[in-house]
């Protein structure tokens, strides 16, 4: 072999020879960027891997997951994908929208599954939902009127006596922003007050709590934000100790001790997440894969913490019950 014959054929075996390496191996390195450290542990984190062992993809066989949790921290979220995108994961899989925004400014080539995002073409991270023509694809869970609705018209068809809805904002969200502007409108059709009180983590529970007694709050209208579902535990017991009739978007809030629920079905969302790992490892580009809409959704009631507050569920409601807590 000619030497320019040689030195052509070495470069280009060490340019292949990562993917070579990693394909013999048949290891698989991902990174998954969430709010809620207890997702592993929950119906959710546990959808996922069974998604992913349907499409013969293991954990501690041939794929690892470096798990991290920003916890409803923006800045948190930065600090943790960059970590991720220094440790050079394959593919991201993002849940809660400070995280996709957080690999939106660093993972500029490596795919990202979205699990939970509001509006990705208002951000920026897509062209489309049909093609998305970036390395962002996945499922979005828009905080659409439909849902905002059904949820408040859920509570008030239960309990009609309702007229004071406290709502527990974070104000650094902007999709708090979008929710409460629909209850201001809505509130007057539905016959309720809003009563609303900040919120930017555990150390501001009481004190929300305390303001919401103040203003005679008698339900409580749990947002969509990573917060309500981290602090769940503490939530629903603050609400049931004030008393509060409540609804919440997840499912494992009312698991927690919340009063109801009703939204997309979590562990549904992150079985198809998997679906989109699978497809993008077995060679399919982010950029071609449709970002697809929740399809499945659960009404949650806790019969517990009904009882606890001298509540009778109405029979109808009990019947429509995805999930009924006892």
Do not use: C
């Amino acid at each position: 072999m000619r030497r320019r014959e040689f030195l052509f054929a070495l470069g280009s075996a060490v340019a292949v020879w990562p993917r070579v390496a990693r394909t013999q191996q048949g290891i698989h390195r991902i990174g998954f960027l969430a709010n809620d450290p207890t997702i592993p542990m929950q119906a959710a984190g546990k959808a996922f891997l069974e998604g992913l062992q349907e499409h013969g993809f293991v954990e501690g066989k041939n794929i690892i997951i470096e798990r991290r949790f920003a916890q409803g921290d923006s800045e948190r979220s930065s600090e943790l994908a960059t970590e991720l995108i220094k440790l050079g994961v394959e593919l991201f899989v993002a849940s809660g929208q400070n995280n996709i925004a957080a690999l939106s400014q660093g993972a500029k080539s490596a795919p990202v599954v979205m699990v939970n995002v509001f509006d990705p073409i208002g951000m920026g991270i897509v062209r489309g939902l049909e093609t998305p023509g970036t390395n962002f694809t996945g499922l979005t869970s828009a905080v659409s009127i439909r849902l905002l609705g059904k949820r408040l018209q859920l509570l008030k068809d239960s309990f009609p006596q309702i007229s004071r809805l406290g709502v527990l904002r974070t104000p650094n969200f902007p999709t708090d922003q979008v929710q409460w502007d629909w209850l201001e409108r809505a509130a007057s059709a539905f016959n309720v007050r809003l009563v609303t009180v900040s919120m930017n983590g555990n150390s501001d529970l009481d004190a929300a709590f305390a303001a919401l007694r103040r203003e005679r709050a008698d339900a409580l209208y749990g947002l969509n934000n990573p917060l309500t579902l981290i602090l769940r535990k503490q939530i629903s017991e603050l609400a049931a100790k004030e008393r509060l009739l409540a609804i919440y978007p997840f499912a494992e809030v009312a698991e927690a001790g919340g009063l109801m629920s009703y939204g997309a079905s979590r562990p549904d969302l992150f079985r198809r997440a998997a679906a989109y790992v699978a497809k993008i490892l077995t060679g399919a580009k982010a950029a071609d894969l449709p970002i697809e809409q929740p399809t499945q959704f659960e009404l949650a009631i806790n019969l517990t913490t009904a009882k606890a507050l001298a509540l009778t569920i109405p029979p109808g409601l009990r019947a429509l019950a995805d999930k009924v807590i006892q």
